[in-house]
C-alpha cells in the first residue's frame, strides 16, 4: 500500500562516466531525491566502480544526498574515507561484514545514515538483530555487481516479509530496492512496500530523465521498455 512518498534513488552506474557532474546536475533537475554511488572492489563482486577520491570530487556538483552502496570486503576500514568524502548514507552488505554493529556505529560516529544491504538469496532473519541501529534496508533485487541486470521476482515476495518484519518489530526503517527496476514494474515494488526506489539503465537508457523519474514516483499505466538491455 503506497501510504508514503516514493524517493528515487539514480545510480550513476549506468550514466556517462566521462560526463558524471553533468549527469548528476542533470538528474538532480529531474527530479531525484538523492545519488546513489555503486561501490565495487573486484572481491566481494566481479566489478570494480570508483573510490573516496571520486566520491569527494563529485560532491561538488550537488548538494543531494548521497548514498553509498558499499559492495566491498572489510567494509569497517573504509566507511570513515566515504563519510569524510561527503556520503550522507552508507549501506553495506550483510554478507561483507562480520561485525554488522560495529560497521553500522562506525557509519553514524562518522556522521552518515546506516543501513544493511542484503542479497537476493541471504535471509531477513538476523535483521531483528540490527534494526535499532539502522536507518535504512537495502534489499538487492539482483545479484550485485552490474547494472542492467532483470529483477528477480521473489524480491516482493521477501520485500512484504521485510515490511511485516520492521512493523512486528515498530522500526520505522525505509526500505530501498535496487536492481533491475523500472516504470514497468516499479508500481508492484511500491505496492509490496519500498520507500526508495534505486534505478539505473532505466534513468540514464532512457531520457529524458524527468518523464521516467516521474514515471518511477507514479508509475500508473506508463508504457516502457524494459531498462534491461546491456550490462556495464
Ligand atoms: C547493482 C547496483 C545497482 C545498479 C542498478 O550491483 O547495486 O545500483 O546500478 O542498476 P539497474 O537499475 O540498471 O539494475
Ligand atoms: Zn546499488
Request: hydrophobic share 40%; net charge negative.
Given at each position: 500500500?503506497?501510504?508514503?512518498?516514493?524517493?528515487?534513488?539514480?545510480?550513476i552506474?549506468?550514466a556517462?562516466?566521462?560526463?558524471l557532474c553533468e549527469e548528476i546536475e542533470?538528474v538532480e533537475?529531474?527530479?531525484a531525491?538523492m545519488i546513489h554511488l555503486?561501490i565495487?572492489?573486484?572481491?566481494?563482486?566481479?566489478?570494480?566502480?570508483i573510490g573516496p577520491g571520486v566520491v569527494a570530487s563529485l560532491r561538488k556538483c550537488t548538494a543531494l544526498p548521497f548514498d553509498c552502496?558499499?559492495?566491498?570486503?572489510?567494509?569497517?576500514?573504509?566507511?570513515p574515507a566515504f563519510a569524510d568524502a561527503g556520503a550522507n548514507m552508507i549501506?553495506?552488505?550483510?554478507?561483507?561484514?562480520?561485525?554488522?554493529?560495529?560497521?553500522?556505529?562506525?557509519?553514524?560516529?562518522h556522521g552518515a545514515?546506516?543501513?544493511?544491504?542484503?542479497?537476493?538469496?541471504?535471509?531477513?532473519?538476523?535483521?531483528?538483530?540490527?534494526?535499532?541501529?539502522?536507518?535504512?534496508?537495502?534489499?538487492?533485487?539482483?545479484?550485485?555487481?552490474?547494472?542492467?541486470?532483470?529483477?528477480?521476482?521473489?524480491?516482493?515476495?521477501?520485500?512484504?516479509?521485510?515490511?511485516?518484519?520492521?512493523?512486528?518489530?515498530?522500526?520505522?526503517?525505509?526500505?530501498?530496492?535496487?536492481?533491475?527496476?523500472?516504470?514497468?514494474?516499479?508500481?508492484?515494488?511500491?505496492?509490496?512496500?519500498?520507500?526508495?526506489?534505486?534505478?539505473?539503465?532505466?534513468?540514464?537508457?532512457?531520457?529524458?530523465?524527468?518523464?521516467?523519474?516521474?514515471?518511477?514516483?507514479?508509475?500508473?499505466?506508463?508504457?516502457?521498455?524494459?531498462?534491461?538491455?546491456?550490462?556495464?
Amino acid at each position: 500500500m503506497k501510504t508514503k512518498e516514493v524517493l528515487i534513488a539514480p545510480s550513476i552506474l549506468s550514466a556517462d562516466f566521462s560526463r558524471l557532474c553533468e549527469e548528476i546536475e542533470a538528474v538532480e533537475e529531474a527530479g531525484a531525491d538523492m545519488i546513489h554511488l555503486d561501490i565495487m572492489d573486484g572481491h566481494f563482486v566481479p566489478n570494480i566502480t570508483i573510490g573516496p577520491g571520486v566520491v569527494a570530487s563529485l560532491r561538488k556538483c550537488t548538494a543531494l544526498p548521497f548514498d553509498c552502496h558499499l559492495m566491498i570486503e572489510n567494509p569497517e576500514q573504509y566507511i570513515p574515507a566515504f563519510a569524510d568524502a561527503g556520503a550522507n548514507m552508507i549501506s553495506v552488505h550483510v554478507e561483507t561484514s562480520v561485525h554488522l554493529n560495529r560497521s553500522l556505529d562506525l557509519v553514524r560516529e562518522h556522521g552518515a545514515k546506516p543501513g544493511v544491504v542484503i542479497n537476493p538469496a541471504t535471509h531477513l532473519q538476523g535483521l531483528r538483530y540490527v534494526v535499532e541501529d539502522l536507518d535504512y534496508i537495502l534489499l538487492m533485487s539482483v545479484n550485485p555487481g552490474f547494472g542492467g541486470q532483470e529483477f528477480i521476482p521473489s524480491t516482493l515476495e521477501k520485500l512484504r516479509d521485510l515490511c511485516t518484519l520492521l512493523e512486528d518489530l515498530g522500526s520505522d526503517a525505509m526500505v530501498q530496492v535496487d536492481g533491475g527496476i523500472g516504470p514497468e514494474n516499479a508500481g508492484e515494488v511500491i505496492d509490496a512496500g519500498a520507500r526508495i526506489l534505486v534505478a539505473g539503465s532505466a534513468i540514464f537508457h532512457h531520457p529524458p530523465y524527468e518523464d521516467v523519474i516521474n514515471r518511477l514516483r507514479d508509475p500508473g499505466t506508463s508504457q516502457f521498455p524494459s531498462p534491461n538491455s546491456e550490462q556495464h
